[in-house]
Protein backbone atom coordinates (compact mmCIF):
# COMPACT_ATOMS: atom_id res chain seq x y z
CA UNK A 1 0.00 0.00 0.00
CA UNK A 2 1.50 3.07 -1.14
CA UNK A 3 -0.10 5.72 0.46
CA UNK A 4 0.47 6.80 4.94
CA UNK A 5 -1.95 4.74 6.84
CA UNK A 6 -4.78 6.46 9.07
CA UNK A 7 -3.06 6.99 12.62
CA UNK A 8 0.70 5.97 11.53
CA UNK A 9 3.07 8.04 13.39
CA UNK A 10 5.82 10.54 12.05
CA UNK A 11 8.18 8.04 13.86
CA UNK A 12 7.16 5.01 12.70
CA UNK A 13 7.25 6.65 8.78
CA UNK A 14 10.49 6.96 9.39
CA UNK A 15 11.57 3.71 10.84
CA UNK A 16 14.11 1.73 8.85
CA UNK A 17 11.79 -0.75 7.39
CA UNK A 18 9.55 1.90 5.79
CA UNK A 19 12.50 3.09 3.69
CA UNK A 20 15.86 2.48 2.27
CA UNK A 21 18.62 4.88 3.43
CA UNK A 22 22.27 4.76 2.39
CA UNK A 23 24.33 7.11 4.00
CA UNK A 24 28.39 6.62 3.27
CA UNK A 25 30.69 8.59 5.46
CA UNK A 26 34.03 6.64 4.44
CA UNK A 27 36.59 9.18 3.80
CA UNK A 28 39.52 7.47 1.87
CA UNK A 29 41.97 10.53 2.52
CA UNK A 30 41.19 10.56 6.26
CA UNK A 31 41.87 7.01 6.65
CA UNK A 32 45.48 6.65 4.93
CA UNK A 33 45.92 9.90 7.52
CA UNK A 34 44.72 7.76 10.37
CA UNK A 35 46.73 4.80 9.09
CA UNK A 36 49.86 7.30 9.15
CA UNK A 37 49.09 8.81 12.81
CA UNK A 38 48.95 5.19 13.70
CA UNK A 39 52.05 3.90 12.76
CA UNK A 40 54.12 7.18 13.84
CA UNK A 41 52.48 5.95 17.05
CA UNK A 42 53.16 2.58 17.18
CA UNK A 43 56.81 3.03 15.63
CA UNK A 44 57.39 5.36 19.28
CA UNK A 45 57.37 2.26 20.87
CA UNK A 46 59.40 0.29 19.14
CA UNK A 47 62.16 3.16 18.84
CA UNK A 48 62.02 3.05 23.11
CA UNK A 49 63.75 0.53 24.77
CA UNK A 50 61.89 -0.49 28.17
CA UNK A 51 62.82 1.29 31.12
CA UNK A 52 65.18 -0.02 33.54
CA UNK A 53 64.59 -1.91 36.93
CA UNK A 54 66.84 -0.38 39.76
CA UNK A 55 67.74 -2.32 42.52
CA UNK A 56 67.54 0.41 45.80
CA UNK A 57 70.72 -0.93 48.44
CA UNK A 58 69.12 -2.11 51.85
CA UNK A 59 70.86 -3.87 53.76
CA UNK A 60 71.57 -7.17 52.45
CA UNK A 61 70.77 -9.19 55.88
CA UNK A 62 67.19 -8.06 55.67
CA UNK A 63 66.36 -10.28 53.12
CA UNK A 64 64.46 -7.99 51.35
CA UNK A 65 65.13 -6.34 48.08
CA UNK A 66 63.15 -2.81 46.54
CA UNK A 67 63.35 -1.89 43.12
CA UNK A 68 62.23 1.10 41.17
CA UNK A 69 61.27 0.93 37.90
CA UNK A 70 62.72 4.05 36.40
CA UNK A 71 59.74 5.22 34.14
CA UNK A 72 61.50 8.41 33.91
CA UNK A 73 64.03 7.20 30.94
CA UNK A 74 60.88 6.90 28.29
CA UNK A 75 61.22 10.14 25.56
CA UNK A 76 59.31 12.49 27.78
CA UNK A 77 60.58 11.33 31.00
CA UNK A 78 58.25 10.20 32.37
CA UNK A 79 54.99 7.20 33.21
CA UNK A 80 53.04 9.17 31.26
CA UNK A 81 54.55 8.41 28.43
CA UNK A 82 52.84 5.00 28.32
CA UNK A 83 49.53 6.52 29.25
CA UNK A 84 49.77 9.11 26.53
CA UNK A 85 50.47 6.61 24.21
CA UNK A 86 47.87 4.26 25.07
CA UNK A 87 45.00 7.24 24.98
CA UNK A 88 46.19 8.16 21.48
CA UNK A 89 46.05 5.24 19.39
CA UNK A 90 42.82 4.70 21.66
CA UNK A 91 41.14 7.93 20.53
CA UNK A 92 42.45 7.51 16.60
CA UNK A 93 41.20 3.82 16.56
CA UNK A 94 38.12 5.37 18.05
CA UNK A 95 37.91 8.02 15.51
CA UNK A 96 37.91 10.96 17.85
CA UNK A 97 41.11 12.16 16.60
CA UNK A 98 41.36 14.32 13.32
CA UNK A 99 43.90 15.85 11.25
CA UNK A 100 44.03 19.59 12.11
CA UNK A 101 41.87 19.50 14.94
CA UNK A 102 43.31 20.19 18.14
CA UNK A 103 43.46 17.53 21.09
CA UNK A 104 42.63 18.89 24.94
CA UNK A 105 43.65 17.87 27.57
CA UNK A 106 43.37 18.02 31.64
CA UNK A 107 46.57 17.67 33.14
CA UNK A 108 48.79 18.53 36.30
CA UNK A 109 51.93 18.30 34.05
CA UNK A 110 53.38 15.28 32.96
CA UNK A 111 50.50 13.65 30.95
CA UNK A 112 50.00 17.31 29.07
CA UNK A 113 53.66 16.66 28.28
CA UNK A 114 53.82 13.37 27.00
CA UNK A 115 50.69 14.02 24.97
CA UNK A 116 52.60 16.94 23.57
CA UNK A 117 55.08 14.94 22.30
CA UNK A 118 53.12 12.41 20.30
CA UNK A 119 50.33 15.41 19.35
CA UNK A 120 53.43 16.30 17.75
CA UNK A 121 54.39 13.56 16.15
CA UNK A 122 51.14 12.87 14.18
CA UNK A 123 51.09 16.35 13.36
CA UNK A 124 48.12 18.04 15.69
CA UNK A 125 47.35 21.19 18.06
CA UNK A 126 47.43 20.47 21.44
CA UNK A 127 46.05 22.38 24.64
CA UNK A 128 47.03 21.20 28.15
CA UNK A 129 44.38 22.96 30.90
CA UNK A 130 46.37 23.49 34.06
CA UNK A 131 46.92 24.66 37.14
CA UNK A 132 48.55 27.41 37.28
CA UNK A 133 50.43 26.46 39.96
CA UNK A 134 51.94 23.64 37.35
CA UNK A 135 56.24 23.73 37.56
CA UNK A 136 57.99 26.04 35.25
CA UNK A 137 59.77 23.01 33.86
CA UNK A 138 56.92 21.13 32.68
CA UNK A 139 55.36 23.94 31.28
CA UNK A 140 58.78 24.43 29.45
CA UNK A 141 58.50 21.11 28.03
CA UNK A 142 54.77 21.56 27.34
CA UNK A 143 55.92 24.08 24.91
CA UNK A 144 59.22 22.50 23.48
CA UNK A 145 57.38 19.60 22.11
CA UNK A 146 54.74 22.57 20.51
CA UNK A 147 51.56 22.88 22.83
CA UNK A 148 49.87 25.48 24.06
CA UNK A 149 49.06 25.72 27.91
CA UNK A 150 45.44 27.20 29.07
CA UNK A 151 46.07 27.81 32.67
CA UNK A 152 43.34 28.02 35.40
CA UNK A 153 43.32 29.43 39.43
CA UNK A 154 41.28 26.22 40.74
CA UNK A 155 42.83 22.84 39.43
CA UNK A 156 38.87 22.04 39.83
CA UNK A 157 37.95 23.67 36.79
CA UNK A 158 40.47 21.71 34.60
CA UNK A 159 37.88 19.12 33.37
CA UNK A 160 35.13 21.85 32.13
CA UNK A 161 37.61 24.61 30.72
CA UNK A 162 39.35 21.54 28.70
CA UNK A 163 35.57 20.23 27.50
CA UNK A 164 34.56 23.40 26.66
CA UNK A 165 37.72 24.57 24.29
CA UNK A 166 37.63 21.19 22.81
CA UNK A 167 34.06 21.61 21.69
CA UNK A 168 34.43 25.23 20.81
CA UNK A 169 37.53 24.09 18.57
CA UNK A 170 36.30 21.29 17.02
CA UNK A 171 38.66 19.35 18.59
CA UNK A 172 38.94 16.52 21.31
CA UNK A 173 39.18 16.70 25.09
CA UNK A 174 41.37 13.45 25.48
CA UNK A 175 40.17 12.85 29.52
CA UNK A 176 42.73 11.19 30.83
CA UNK A 177 40.70 10.40 34.23
CA UNK A 178 38.07 9.16 32.39
CA UNK A 179 39.72 6.79 29.69
CA UNK A 180 43.38 5.60 31.01
CA UNK A 181 42.17 2.50 32.36
CA UNK A 182 40.04 1.32 29.10
CA UNK A 183 43.33 2.63 26.59
CA UNK A 184 45.27 0.06 28.13
CA UNK A 185 45.66 -3.23 27.26
CA UNK A 186 45.74 -4.98 31.09
CA UNK A 187 46.15 -8.59 30.23
CA UNK A 188 50.00 -7.69 28.60
CA UNK A 189 50.95 -6.38 25.29
CA UNK A 190 54.22 -4.98 26.65
CA UNK A 191 52.03 -3.08 29.63
CA UNK A 192 53.95 -1.96 32.64
CA UNK A 193 53.17 -4.72 34.74
CA UNK A 194 53.83 -7.43 32.08
CA UNK A 195 57.32 -5.50 31.88
CA UNK A 196 57.68 -5.48 35.65
CA UNK A 197 57.38 -9.60 35.80
CA UNK A 198 59.29 -9.99 32.93
CA UNK A 199 62.30 -8.15 34.28
CA UNK A 200 61.85 -10.06 37.88
CA UNK A 201 61.83 -13.09 36.39
CA UNK A 202 65.49 -14.01 37.46
CA UNK A 203 66.04 -12.06 40.20
CA UNK A 204 66.09 -13.76 43.99
CA UNK A 205 62.60 -12.95 45.32
CA UNK A 206 60.86 -13.16 41.40
CA UNK A 207 57.27 -12.76 42.52
CA UNK A 208 57.03 -9.60 44.69
CA UNK A 209 54.94 -9.71 47.90
CA UNK A 210 53.76 -6.03 46.34
CA UNK A 211 53.71 -3.57 44.29
CA UNK A 212 53.30 -0.04 45.21
CA UNK A 213 51.79 2.44 43.23
CA UNK A 214 50.40 6.20 43.27
CA UNK A 215 46.95 7.12 41.38
CA UNK A 216 46.76 10.42 39.13
CA UNK A 217 44.07 8.65 36.99
CA UNK A 218 44.01 5.70 38.56
CA UNK A 219 44.88 3.81 35.00
CA UNK A 220 47.97 2.38 36.36
CA UNK A 221 47.11 0.69 39.56
CA UNK A 222 44.21 -0.66 37.78
CA UNK A 223 46.49 -2.25 35.25
CA UNK A 224 48.92 -3.87 37.61
CA UNK A 225 45.75 -4.96 39.71
CA UNK A 226 44.32 -6.37 36.33
CA UNK A 227 47.21 -8.13 35.48
CA UNK A 228 48.38 -9.99 38.59
CA UNK A 229 44.79 -11.44 38.91
CA UNK A 230 44.93 -12.01 35.09
CA UNK A 231 47.77 -13.92 35.30
CA UNK A 232 47.45 -15.83 38.76
CA UNK A 233 50.17 -14.16 40.92
CA UNK A 234 49.77 -13.67 44.63
CA UNK A 235 51.37 -10.05 44.51
CA UNK A 236 49.43 -7.54 46.14
CA UNK A 237 48.89 -4.07 45.00
CA UNK A 238 49.52 -1.13 47.28
CA UNK A 239 48.60 2.34 46.50
CA UNK A 240 49.86 5.51 48.69
CA UNK A 241 48.17 8.75 48.43
CA UNK A 242 49.12 11.86 48.99
CA UNK A 243 47.67 14.66 51.35
CA UNK A 244 44.72 16.77 50.28
CA UNK A 245 43.52 13.37 48.40
CA UNK A 246 40.04 11.80 47.22
CA UNK A 247 41.43 8.45 46.53
CA UNK A 248 42.03 7.20 50.02
CA UNK A 249 38.80 8.22 51.82
CA UNK A 250 36.90 6.95 48.88
CA UNK A 251 38.55 3.29 49.09
CA UNK A 252 38.28 3.51 53.37
CA UNK A 253 34.92 4.20 53.09
CA UNK A 254 33.29 2.72 49.75
CA UNK A 255 32.12 6.11 48.60
CA UNK A 256 33.00 7.43 44.62
CA UNK A 257 31.40 10.69 45.88
CA UNK A 258 34.63 11.21 48.21
CA UNK A 259 36.36 15.01 47.32
CA UNK A 260 38.52 17.24 48.91
CA UNK A 261 38.80 21.06 49.37
CA UNK A 262 42.50 21.84 48.36
CA UNK A 263 44.42 20.08 45.55
CA UNK A 264 47.26 17.88 45.97
CA UNK A 265 50.80 19.45 46.30
CA UNK A 266 52.45 16.23 45.18
CA UNK A 267 52.09 16.78 41.02
CA UNK A 268 50.55 14.08 39.29
CA UNK A 269 48.95 12.48 41.81
CA UNK A 270 46.11 12.76 44.07
CA UNK A 271 42.35 14.15 43.03
CA UNK A 272 40.32 16.35 44.41
CA UNK A 273 37.48 13.82 43.55
CA UNK A 274 37.63 9.88 42.86
CA UNK A 275 38.33 9.51 38.66
CA UNK A 276 36.71 7.39 36.95
CA UNK A 277 39.50 5.52 36.33
CA UNK A 278 40.34 4.73 39.81
CA UNK A 279 39.46 0.94 40.55
CA UNK A 280 38.25 0.48 43.97
CA UNK A 281 38.17 -2.69 44.00
CA UNK A 282 40.56 -3.80 42.36
CA UNK A 283 43.40 -2.27 44.99
CA UNK A 284 44.93 -4.33 48.09
CA UNK A 285 45.94 -1.83 50.24
CA UNK A 286 46.50 1.98 50.83
CA UNK A 287 48.46 4.07 52.55
CA UNK A 288 48.22 7.97 53.44
CA UNK A 289 51.55 9.45 53.20
CA UNK A 290 51.75 13.11 54.77
CA UNK A 291 53.61 15.55 51.62
CA UNK A 292 56.52 16.04 54.27
CA UNK A 293 57.36 12.41 54.32
CA UNK A 294 57.09 12.06 50.51
CA UNK A 295 59.91 14.86 50.26
CA UNK A 296 62.05 13.75 53.00
CA UNK A 297 61.63 9.85 50.86
CA UNK A 298 63.30 11.20 47.66
CA UNK A 299 65.53 13.23 49.80
CA UNK A 300 67.10 9.49 51.04
CA UNK A 301 66.71 8.35 47.44
CA UNK A 302 69.31 10.77 46.03
CA UNK A 303 71.12 9.74 48.30
CA UNK A 304 71.16 5.91 48.07
CA UNK A 305 71.33 5.98 43.84
CA UNK A 306 72.04 9.37 43.46
CA UNK A 307 69.46 10.09 41.20
CA UNK A 308 66.63 13.21 42.01
CA UNK A 309 62.70 12.17 41.40
CA UNK A 310 59.83 13.68 41.76
CA UNK A 311 57.85 13.83 44.87
CA UNK A 312 55.22 11.39 43.58
CA UNK A 313 58.26 8.90 43.65
CA UNK A 314 58.94 9.95 47.34
CA UNK A 315 54.97 8.97 47.92
CA UNK A 316 55.28 5.31 46.80
CA UNK A 317 58.89 4.95 48.13
CA UNK A 318 57.74 6.00 52.01
CA UNK A 319 54.75 3.08 51.92
CA UNK A 320 57.04 0.77 49.94
CA UNK A 321 59.38 1.44 53.00
CA UNK A 322 57.16 0.96 55.98
CA UNK A 323 56.12 -2.34 53.95
CA UNK A 324 59.24 -3.07 54.09
CA UNK A 325 59.55 -2.64 57.97
CA UNK A 326 56.38 -4.71 58.51
CA UNK A 327 58.16 -7.78 56.76
CA UNK A 328 61.49 -7.38 58.60
CA UNK A 329 59.28 -7.47 62.01
CA UNK A 330 57.55 -10.15 61.23
CA UNK A 331 61.03 -12.12 60.01
CA UNK A 332 59.51 -12.05 56.01
CA UNK A 333 61.65 -11.93 52.97
CA UNK A 334 60.85 -11.52 49.67
CA UNK A 335 61.04 -8.30 47.40
CA UNK A 336 58.86 -4.83 46.44
CA UNK A 337 58.30 -2.95 43.06
CA UNK A 338 57.73 0.44 43.18
CA UNK A 339 58.19 3.30 40.34
CA UNK A 340 60.45 6.52 39.46
CA UNK A 341 57.67 8.22 38.22
CA UNK A 342 59.86 11.35 36.53
CA UNK A 343 62.91 13.20 37.24
CA UNK A 344 63.37 15.70 39.95
CA UNK A 345 64.87 18.40 37.53
CA UNK A 346 61.37 19.07 36.95
CA UNK A 347 60.90 20.45 40.11
CA UNK A 348 63.78 22.14 41.56
CA UNK A 349 61.95 25.21 41.87
CA UNK A 350 59.54 23.21 43.94
CA UNK A 351 60.11 20.53 46.16
CA UNK A 352 64.28 20.65 45.76
CA UNK A 353 63.69 24.27 47.06
CA UNK A 354 64.03 25.44 50.40
CA UNK A 355 62.04 28.68 49.96
CA UNK A 356 59.37 26.78 48.62
CA UNK A 357 59.37 24.25 51.08
CA UNK A 358 59.32 26.71 53.55
CA UNK A 359 56.43 28.99 51.88
CA UNK A 360 54.26 25.71 51.85
CA UNK A 361 55.05 24.53 55.56
CA UNK A 362 56.68 21.80 55.08
CA UNK A 363 59.41 20.35 57.26
CA UNK A 364 60.74 16.91 56.60
CA UNK A 365 63.25 16.83 59.34
CA UNK A 366 60.93 15.12 61.37
CA UNK A 367 60.55 12.32 58.63
CA UNK A 368 64.05 12.20 57.68
CA UNK A 369 65.43 10.98 61.08
CA UNK A 370 62.65 8.50 60.92
CA UNK A 371 63.90 7.73 57.42
CA UNK A 372 68.02 7.35 58.86
CA UNK A 373 66.73 5.08 61.42
CA UNK A 374 64.70 2.63 59.01
CA UNK A 375 68.30 2.16 57.37
CA UNK A 376 69.86 1.81 60.74
CA UNK A 377 67.56 -0.77 62.25
CA UNK A 378 65.00 -1.50 59.04
CA UNK A 379 62.44 -0.60 61.60
CA UNK A 380 60.09 2.39 60.30
CA UNK A 381 57.10 3.89 63.24
Not at 34 to 58: M, N, Y
Not at 318 to 330: E, G, L, N, T, Y
Request: charged share 20%; proline share 4%.
Amino acid sequence: MSHKLVGMTDTQDRSPAAAEEDIDRYDPEARRWLSGAIRAVQSDAKRSSDTHLLHVPLPAEWGIDLYLKDESSHPTGSLKHRLARSLFLHALCNGWIRPGRPVVEASSGSTAVSEAYFAQLIGVPFIAVMARSTSAQKISLIEFYGGTCHFVDNANEVYEVAAQLAAESGGHYMDQFTYAERATDWRGNNNIAESIFDQMSNEQHPEPAWIVATAGTGGTSATLARYVRYTGRATGICVADPDNSAFFAGWRDHNPAAATDTGSRIEGIGRQRVEASFIPSSIDRMMHVPDAASIASIQLLEKLIGRRAGASTGTGLWAAFRIVSQMKAAGQSGSLVSLICDPGERYLDKYYSQDWLAEAGLDTTGYRARLDEFMATGHLD
